[in-house]
């Protein structure tokens, strides 16, 4: 598999934790803020989804690319919050591009580890013979869902999702033409974590009901069956367990240095676990990369986005990357890639 | 890592000095004593090679309490 384009779309209305500190304690947002470092977001208006932000990426890329549409043969979207319960988002994708009616389309869902696991799906297929290019759409809009707007943040319990997450879509482009670009793979999950990141309510075992969008006052720190809960304490101590012997394990079957890495893209989770894991692991900081700051947490479009955003000189030339996702399963993965250029376009924004 | 160690560490934390910590002051009295606290905290038991569950954290009432969720190993 060799990765050819890689390229990311953000909604235009940038969200600052400004409008916060009229509604809450200053000391409540300042250690929200300092500890996750989001300084500023993106927002998505009502109406759109991670597959319009996703698809809005992916179209300068294919042109970018010199692409025929019709040559891509797979196109996979990762994203927790599809446009519909069915069919999957991947098939609006795959009509808007214009993909060919011989085409591998489906739906993956996952969140903070969605991009590497991706990758390593759509190596399998590449590497089965059956498809020769392949589009991985990676994108994230629960906005209005899973958290509140900005503008209509009220409750204490919503103020760190909603300073932390941010809504991108992005599009890889993989091919099984040319020399591969993978130097190792590893992945895994952990059940036991399922309830550590979590949106209880809306599927098929906690059906919605009206009475779980009703939010009493006494109960106004307490998160609702229909909200986004994370447990922070307990995810830290999960990729503190888990994340350095990844990029270890990954280190020793490329018989890679750390040194040898050009570039370091962890998910953005957040700064301060960011900085932690890359400690920890001893990354040097250098060529750590991040992007948290200016677009908080986008799920599994984050380390494409900080790929697009803060990959700069690294496009253009050889590059040894070093990409690890991390979250929501729980589920870890991670790819050693060595790229000779990467095709991208402006990060796009609507 | 000694007592004092773990004090200025808990200090920091808490976002208070440490000559205001004693064993028996009560942690919930404190503003900062949130998941974020029990978060920093695991870093620091952790950069001192000390595994803790990060549950056990949260139930402590006293610093005292936190010194014994170590097993001794704050001496």
């Known amino acids: 598999m060799r990765l050819v384009g890689v390229s990311a779309c953000v909604p235009k209305n940038i969200i600052k934790p400004d409008l916060a500190y009229e509604k809450f304690k200053p000391f409540d947002v300042d250690r929200i803020v300092g500890n996750t470092g989001v300084l500023q977001k993106r927002e998505a208006s009502p109406g759109v989804t991670a597959s319009d932000l996703c698809i809005a990426a992916a179209k300068p890329l294919i042109e970018a690319l010199g692409w025929d549409p019709k040559t891509i043969d797979a196109v996979i979207l990762v994203t927790m919050l599809g446009d519909h319960y069915l069919p999957s988002s991947a098939h609006r994708a795959h009509e808007q591009l214009g993909l060919p009616d011989r085409c591998m389309v489906f739906d993956m869902n996952l969140g903070c580890s969605g991009w590497t696991h991706g990758m390593l799906v759509i190596q399998g297929l590449l590497a089965s013979g059956g498809i020769r290019r392949a589009l991985l759409l990676c994108g994230e809009m629960v906005t209005g869902f899973m958290k509140p707007y900005a503008a209509e943040l009220e409750h ?98 490329a018989g890679w240095t750390r040194d040898d890495v050009d570039a370091y893209v962890f998910h953005q989770a957040n700064k301060f676990m960011i900085n932690f894991l890359a400690k920890r692991a001893k990354v040097p900081e250098a060529k750590l990369l991040m992007s948290i700051e200016e677009f908080g947490n986008t799920s599994s479009a984050s380390i494409p986005l900080t790929i697009v955003t803060r990959g700069g000189a690294h496009l253009e030339r050889p590059t040894k990357w070093a990409t690890m996702g991390f979250g929501v399963g729980l589920s870890w993965s991670g790819l050693l890639l060595e790229t000779d250029r990467i095709t991208t376009v402006p990060l796009v924004e609507i | 890592m000694t007592k004092a160690e773990f004090i200025s560490a808990l200090a920091e934390v808490l976002e208070t000095a440490p000559e205001k910590l004693t064993t028996s002051t009560d942690l919930t009295g404190f503003e900062c004593w949130d998941s974020t606290a029990v978060i920093n905290l695991l870093v620091v038991f952790d950069e001192h090679g000390i595994k803790i569950e990060e549950d056990k954290i949260r139930d402590c009432k006293t610093v005292q309490d936190l010194m014994d969720l170590t097993g001794g190993k704050i001496q």
């Open chain 1, 156 to 253: 204490r319990s919503d103020l760190a999702n909603t300073l932390l997450i941010g809504d991108a879509g992005t599009a890889t482009a993989l091919t099984s033409e040319g020399e591969t670009s993978v130097r190792a793979v590893d992945f895994g999950a952990d059940g036991t974590g399922f309830g550590q990141i979590i949106v209880q309510a809306g599927g098929s075992r906690y059906p919605w009901t009206p009475q779980m969008f009703e939010r009493r006052e006494e109960e106004d720190e307490t998160r609702r069956p229909i909200d986004l809960t994370l447990h922070g304490p307990q995810i830290l101590a999960f990729a503190m367990k888990r994340v350095p012997g990844l990029l270890q394990s990954l280190l020793d079957k």
